[in-house]
């Protein structure tokens, strides 16, 4: 068991932390200022510092200007309210968490559980970007590109602390591994990681789902449920296409993020949860905000820590090194050995990839099955003539609608609009669901009833377009 230090002020408080502590078998010492800390650390170095940055004789700050003090130390910051500010803050100071006053002592249990010193998350890490070096392999993620090594960078220096953390990045970039490798590389990497499609969720069961629900708390529910907040407990939670949730759920759970408490479907009683949320879009938030789907304070609270994920077309011969990756994948599962001909990986290099690394991951799987020897050549892989053809999926997306003049009138002298082979026309005053399913439905013909390239132009999920394609009965 480690040594923690608690620097508290309130001697009341330090007491009943301190006695929490030592249930779980840690020694611990407490000050209540910044000199009695310094003397403290001097005389034993602690594998765990609980710091209240409010003290009598300064802030708590002064006391981590000295790399000594923390050189080897996790830091836990303790504050009144778990704000925006607070997370940043933690970030920016390498705070392994942080704790809410009046401290939770399932949440101060599982931290101490959680106890790993910051020289072994560096030693761990070392050794994740050396087979990186070696195989081009990072965790799950796969890619030598400059903007790939910039999220590796990124998620090396979120993983190791507690604050959300927002990714961005078209539908198929692999948002789900990112999340991933900031759980496998975190101090929860032993508890649940869950991953959670908020637009595959039924409407009339998402809040069940996420929050859980009592027996009989409406027809169907013949027992009691736990949600994924309670699955997840001490873990992850990822949450991905956090755009598409309801507005009415958006508020509970930002309920959640800032009092870490919710109740069950049913329910009256407000259960604690202990999660790192991870949230993820292929949608652009702003917008989002701007049209009224999400809420904004939600967007502020999750976007913490943002990562951006490079669409595969931007990736350049990482397409190649993936390929290779899926290749040997295959080879394992399936025995055998197989490569591609250099023809082949020039065919693959010139493809625009609407549907990103998915989408790479199906041709390698297709091509696989129907090469017959040991060599892919470019028989099975995607035409030559749609190799770069067609616009990117931002150029598509941004020719979708003819702009309405304002006050919603046409200008006088101007030709009435024409809808054109990449154009519909939308009058002022269409409701909202009929744009989307015309809009919809003009880009699936356009894409030549292609699901996965109309849902990647869309930057939408294959689900939501499959559940809007049956309700338009397609």
């Known amino acids: 068991m480690g040594h923690t230090l608690i620097v508290e002020d309130d001697e009341d408080s330090a007491r009943m932390i301190a006695a929490l502590v ?100 560096r030693a761990e890490l070392d050794e994740v970007q050396e087979l990186w070096r070696e195989t081009g392999r990072f965790g799950h993620l796969i890619g030598r590109s400059q903007p790939m090594q910039r999220v590796y960078r990124q998620i090396s220096r979120v993983a190791g602390t507690a604050v959300t953390v927002f990714i961005h990045g078209e539908s198929g970039t692999g948002k789900e591994l990112v999340a991933r490798a900031v759980h496998d590389l975190s101090r929860r990497r032993e508890q649940p990681f869950l991953a959670v499609n908020c637009g595959a969720l039924s409407p009339h069961l998402v809040e069940s789902e996420i929050f859980g629900h009592e027996r009989g708390s409406f027809t169907g529910a013949e027992r009691q449920h736990q949600g994924f907040f309670e699955r997840a407990h001490g873990g992850t939670l990822f949450l991905d296409e956090v755009t598409e949730m309801p507005l009415e759920l958006q508020v509970k759970l930002l309920r959640v993020l800032e009092s870490g408490t919710f109740m069950r479907v049913g329910s009256t009683q407000v259960q604690q949860t202990d999660v790192r949320i991870i949230a993820a879009t292929n949608r652009d938030a702003g917008e989002a905000v701007a049209r009224g789907t999400m809420r904004e304070d939600l967007l502020y609270r999750l976007n913490v820590f943002p990562i951006a994920l490079p669409p595969l077309r931007e990736r350049g011969d990482d397409v190649a090194l993936i390929a290779t990756g899926f290749l040997q994948d295959l080879a394992r599962q399936e025995g055998g050995s197989k490569h591609f001909t250099p023809g082949a990986l020039g065919r693959l290099a010139v493809h625009r990839w609407p549907g990103n690394v998915r989408e790479l991951r199906n041709v390698v799987q297709r091509a696989w099955v129907m090469a017959s020897g040991n060599e892919i050549d470019e028989e099975w892989l995607p035409a030559a003539d749609s190799a770069g053809a067609g616009p990117e999926p931002d150029a598509t997306r941004g020719r979708a609608f003819a702009p309405p003049a304002l006050n919603g009138q046409r200008d006088s002298h101007a030709a009435p609009p024409e809808a054109g082979e990449d154009q519909i026309v939308i009058e002022v005053g269409t409701q909202l669901a009929d744009v989307e399913r015309r809009v919809i439905l003009a880009t699936y013909e356009r894409c030549g009833r292609h699901k996965e390239r109309t849902a990647a132009l869309l930057g939408i999920s294959m689900k939501t377009l499959y559940n809007r394609l049956k309700e338009y009965q397609q």
């Open 22 to 121: 030592a249930r779980e078998g840690h020694t611990v010492m407490c000050a209540h200022s910044i000199a009695a800390a310094r003397r403290l650390v001097a005389m034993q170095r602690p594998d765990l510092l609980l710091l209240d940055l409010h003290l009598p004789d300064g802030s708590g700050f002064d006391l981590l200007n000295d790399p000594e003090i923390v050189s080897d130390t996790m830091l836990v910051l303790m504050t009144g309210q778990a704000s925006l500010e607070t997370s940043i803050k933690a970030l920016r100071l390498g705070a392994a968490d942080y704790l809410v006053k009046p401290i939770n002592p399932q949440h101060l249990k599982g931290l101490l559980s959680r106890l790993i010193a910051p020289s072994q998350l």
